[in-house]
């Protein structure tokens, strides 16, 4: 089954600012992630996402992130006022409650 | 919550010899394991899996054996190629969470 689509590739962004990270599902998909790597370190769960609800989230997930669905298709994560250690790999996936398939990923690039 | 460890964490083996990866979990109540491998750049990507149910499972040259006595699972990889080079990551999950619980990942080098 084909990947989910995340755009951009790379984001490079200034410490306070807002950046949106998006993902292009196949749209009959009910189970979507957020998950973070930092440079040499492990994939950490962030966020799921089930029936256009959070269904988890970690306690990395604090008031500075949000996700949203807004028009059936999109899948967004938002970070608020960035700092530099947000600097990490984002992956956006799909699949079960249990299966996840994973995107390319975003580098987002605090400066 | 769960904690997955996963050893080594680096492993160098020769073009055509056999490359195990070990990780062990917590949650008793997991019950799938995936393996995902990682090349640079890239995201992971879903290689083999084993659900509870199971002990062995086997894809061409790639296997997953699952012990949940023991609470740990294995990937063995045959007949190593270059192309096998990447990391490898092993995860878990319990149905009494909605996420994936990875290990740290085993950086894998196949030399010719």
């Known amino acids: 089954e084909p990947e989910v689509t995340q755009t951009p590739s790379h984001q490079v962004t200034q410490m306070g600012q807002e950046v949106i990270l998006r993902c292009v599902p196949i749209?009959?998909?009910?189970?979507f992630y957020w998950y973070r790597q930092i440079l040499g370190q492990k994939v950490e769960f962030l966020v799921s996402?089930?029936?256009?609800?959070?269904?988890?989230k970690s306690e990395i997930f604090d008031d500075q992130f949000s996700v949203e669905r807004p028009d059936g298709s999109n899948f967004t994560l938002k970070i608020r006022s960035t700092k530099l250690e947000d600097s990490a790999m984002y992956f956006c996936?799909?699949?079960?409650?249990?299966?996840?398939?994973f995107g390319q990923g975003t580098r987002l690039t605090v400066v | 919550g769960e904690n997955v460890e996963q050893h080594p964490s680096t492993l160098s083996v020769q073009e055509g010899d056999s490359a195990v990866i070990k990780c062990t979990y917590s949650?008793?109540?997991?019950?799938?394991f995936p393996w995902y491998k990682q090349e640079l750049g890239k995201g992971p990507q879903l290689i083999i899996d084993i659900r509870s149910n199971v002990g062995e499972k086997k894809d061409q040259r790639i296997a997953v054996t699952l012990n949940k006595t023991a609470k740990h699972f294995s990937l063995h990889i045959t007949e190593t190629q270059p192309e096998d080079s990447a990391v490898y990551f092993c995860a878990a999950y319990s149905n009494s969470g909605y996420a994936l619980n990875f290990g740290k990942g085993t950086s894998l080098l196949v030399t010719p």
């Open positions: 996936a799909r699949g079960s409650q249990d299966e996840a398939f």
């Open positions: 949650d008793s109540a997991s019950n799938y």
């Open positions: 749209s009959n998909h009910l189970y």
């Open positions: 996402f089930y029936n256009n609800e959070i269904s988890e």
